[in-house]
């Protein structure tokens, strides 16, 4: 199993951006074969050194997530994401 964790500071900074991105990502879930499970928070802490987004997903394996970063339901996300946001984290790890 792969988990795929984000996380994002967005570049104007406001709820209703941070919850655009949550529901977009959100609408991911049951679409992409391989993607086991995914979930978006939004930061309650607001802090100077937290994100403002997190993404928490799961993957069968390495070869499932390669084909949710190439899958077209993804690809109608991520421009939306990248037009939000000011900074990107990522990690992937095998479990």
């Not at 977009?24 to 930061?43: F, M, Q, R, T």
Request: charged fraction near 30%.
């Amino acid at each position: 199993m792969i988990k795929h964790i984000a996380m994002w500071r967005i570049a104007e900074p406001c709820r209703e951006n941070a919850l655009r991105i949550k529901t977009a990502l959100e609408g991911l879930n049951g679409k992409i074969p391989g993607l086991l499970h995914l979930e978006v928070g939004v930061d309650i802490s607001r802090e100077g050194e937290s994100a403002d987004v997190v993404l928490y997903s799961e993957f069968e394996s390495r070869q499932a997530l390669e084909a949710y970063q190439n899958h077209p339901a993804h690809a109608e996300v991520a421009p939306l994401v990248k037009a939000l946001r000011s900074e990107r984290r990522v990690v992937d790890y095998e479990l």
